[in-house]
């Protein structure tokens, strides 16, 4: 897409300032203060149930946090209005765990609907780009295909391209690895990579794939189960060799400390 | 006896007859004035061990377990240590434990991760039972389901609203294939239910009215009954259980695999993209069916009518003179109405089903029981209201 939008200047993408989440009265994360640069990859770490897939739920609106806000270009997401946040979601892509295409339409028709929606190509125009944000995930040719009649990897992928078919300025993506084979998986991560790097993109991502996250992840934050609360954050490899928390140092060794001791 | 080697070479002994006395799990117990000692010997098998409670002394400054000549051991044996560990923190004296390496390392494990420190719910089923049928909480549950039904009404008019000024995004594609759902699928069971319905009528009309000798009447009987109440409700029933079910069993799926987070998160309303055109489909469909519906209802009447010495000329001659326009009208008003309660009890219950697959069945399930409250209600309003305005 052309550089029509005009892109703030400040570097601070997304700003989360003292995040409460809970469901009902059960607190699932508290006092959570992050930035996201601008073309940032950002990755959100923890545990198996430390609430990392409910905090991106609740960055995306999806669900309302019990306190606090998040920021995006400096707009209070959660006092914005119906109509500017439609317009702020305009800029995301988001691919959830499941893939999240809609069943009932095909591969194309799926692509498509952002196109429909929000800009004003003609059907052959946004055959093309289809075909073009397919071919960028490894599924050329796969138009004609419904969600149901293709392997779960693939739907991830195709939910990708759904996801960057507006060029958007803000990746979400829950778990993009996994159940991916080590190939596909890598390659996913390449495609991100150069995603963010060559549409501008700041990405979130919530995923523990070690191999991901120090291949592609700019900044991290640790969510830790104990104390349910965002411990550090930091580059990955800053983390994993300087993090003052051993949490976060096994996390990133694949536990290797704790292993060694048990095996002496 | 025999023996089998397990992969790692320890000798597993099978329990046959007396020498499963020898092998049996025993604990050897030496109390001293401050350290109590613990001898675990034998096979530690789940179901076949001493609890560790049996041994539990408080007063001890030191307990001691050596576990190590313990024959063949399961997690059983870790269990004993884990309770040996869980009662020596809480009455606060040192535990020494001379552990197989296996079971060491289990227990490790066991204690790596600390327990949650707050337990979810801890009041007792019968509390729990009388909690449910308290009045005060069947009241706020009754108030917040009718604040949550109105909201889903409104935010639905809003969304038709919204469609009928053009702003919406209506696939037709859309609306045809609920549509085809709702309608065509659903004639053959429509048909036989109303044929019978209207047999039913026929029946029970006949046997009363033949003892005044007014049996022709069942023609009248048949047909106002099918036109004003059992065409429409009859129907209403069918689709609830079919296509009630069925939007709630799709929406809740859609909900599971995140399908309407991805939608919403396109900026496309659910209410207006999933919900608007199942409930047009439904709408549409309904009241078609009651015609149909009303037909065979009074063909059925006629059937049994003929049985009774009824000419078929009469009772169609009889049925058309009380084939008055209001009973049409108040029929298919009544259809509409129910086609318009089916579908949002089902959309409701789909978008409220939550993301796991125990959702989507209970989802189900509320869809058709509160589509048939819904109904009664309705239909019982609707013919009060008749009355009133001499209908």
């Keep these: 897409m052309s550089e029509t939008v005009s892109t703030p200047k400040s570097t601070v993408a997304i700003e989360a300032r003292d995040l409460t989440l809970a469901y009902g009265d059960r607190v699932i994360l508290s006092d959570l203060n992050f930035t996201v640069n601008r073309g940032d990859i950002f990755v959100i770490m923890g545990g198996s149930g430390c609430g990392k897939s409910t905090l991106l739920r609740n960055m995306l609106g999806l669900e309302n946090p019990a306190q606090g806000c998040v920021h995006y270009d400096g707009e209070n997401w959660q006092e914005a209005s119906t109509e500017n946040q439609r317009r702020i979601r305009l800029n995301w892509g988001v691919t959830f765990q499941q893939g999240g295409l809609i069943s009932a339409m095909t591969l ?10 929000y800009t004003a190509l003609s059907a052959a125009e946004r055959a093309e780009m289809v075909a073009l944000k397919l071919a960028l995930v490894g599924l050329a040719g796969f138009e004609r295909y419904y969600p149901s009649e293709i392997s779960g990897g693939m739907r991830k992928r195709a939910a990708l391209a759904r996801a960057i078919m507006l060029d958007p300025r803000f990746l979400f993506f829950d778990e993009p690895s996994a159940g991916l084979d080590p190939l596909s998986s890598r390659r996913l991560d390449a495609l991100i990579a150069s995603l963010a790097e060559n549409l501008g993109a700041t990405v979130v991502m919530v995923t523990h794939e070690l191999d991901s996250i120090f291949a592609i992840a700019t900044k991290a934050i640790y969510l830790d189960n104990v104390s349910r609360t965002l411990i550090d954050s930091g580059s990955p490899a800053e983390l994993r060799d300087h993090s003052e928390h051993a949490v976060i140092r096994q996390f990133l060794t694949r536990g290797a400390t704790a292993k060694t001791k048990r095996e002496q | 006896m025999t023996l089998w080697l397990r992969p790692r070479g320890r000798v597993y ?9 020898l092998n049996r799990a025993a604990v050897g117990q030496l109390i001293g004035s401050d350290r109590t000692e613990l001898t675990l010997t034998g096979l530690w098998e789940i179901g076949q061990v001493p609890a560790f409670s049996e041994f539990a002394a408080s007063e001890t400054a030191l307990l001691s377990i050596d576990a190590n000549d313990v024959i063949d051991w399961d997690s059983s044996l870790v269990n004993f240590a884990l309770q040996a560990h869980l009662h020596a923190v809480t009455h606060g004296y040192t535990l020494e434990l001379a552990l197989p390496n296996g079971a060491q390392a289990l227990l490790t494990l066991a204690l790596s991760v600390p327990a949650q420190a707050q337990v979810p719910n801890t009041t007792s089923k019968w509390t729990q039972f009388k909690h449910a049928l ?17 909201e889903f009404i409104g935010s639905f008019i809003a969304a038709t609203a919204q469609a009928i000024a053009g702003k919406a995004r209506l696939r037709s594609v859309d609306i045809m294939r609920f549509c085809y759902q709702a309608g065509p699928n659903a004639l053959p069971i429509i048909g036989l239910t109303s044929l019978l319905v209207g047999m039913i009528l026929g029946y029970l009309g006949a046997v009363q009215l033949q ?8 023609a009248n009987l048949v047909t106002v009954g099918m036109l004003r109440e059992m065409g429409p409700l009859m129907t209403a029933v069918i689709m609830a259980g079919r296509t009630g079910a069925a939007y709630a069993a799709q929406l809740g799926t859609m909900q599971v695999n995140e399908e309407v987070d991805a939608i919403e998160i396109l900026g496309i309303s659910p209410m207006q993209f999933l919900v608007l055109p199942r409930v047009i489909g439904i709408v549409i469909m309904l009241p078609l069916l009651v015609v149909y519906a009303n037909v065979l209802g009074i063909f059925g009447g006629a059937m049994v009518a003929t049985g009774l010495g009824i000419t078929p000329l009469q009772y169609i001659t009889q049925a058309s003179s009380s084939l008055a326009l209001d009973h049409i009208g108040v029929g298919l008003f ?29 989802a189900t399930t509320n869809a058709v029981v509160t589509g048939l409250v819904y109904l009664i209600v309705a239909d019982a309003g609707i013919n009060i209201i008749c009355q009133i305005l001499d209908i």
Excluded at chain 1, 109 to 116: D, K
Excluded at chain 2, 134 to 150: F, K, T
Excluded at chain 2, 338 to 344: Q, S, W
Aim: hydrophobic letters at 40%; a negative charge.
């Design chain 2, 134 to 150: 308290s009045p005060i909480r069947l009241s706020e549950q009754l108030g917040d389901e009718v604040q949550s039904l109105l």
């Design chain 2, 13 to 21: 002994l099978a329990r046959n007859g007396a020498n499963d006395m």
């Design chain 2, 211 to 218: 003892e005044f000798g007014a049996g022709i009447y069942v």
């Design chain 2, 334 to 362: 009544k259809g509409l109405i129910f086609a318009v309660l089916i579908g949002i009890a089902g959309c409701r219950a789909g978008m409220r089903s939550g993301r796991n697959s125990e959702g989507v069945g209970r």
């Design chain 1, 108 to 117: 194309e028709q799926n692509l498509s609907l952002p196109l429909e929606l």
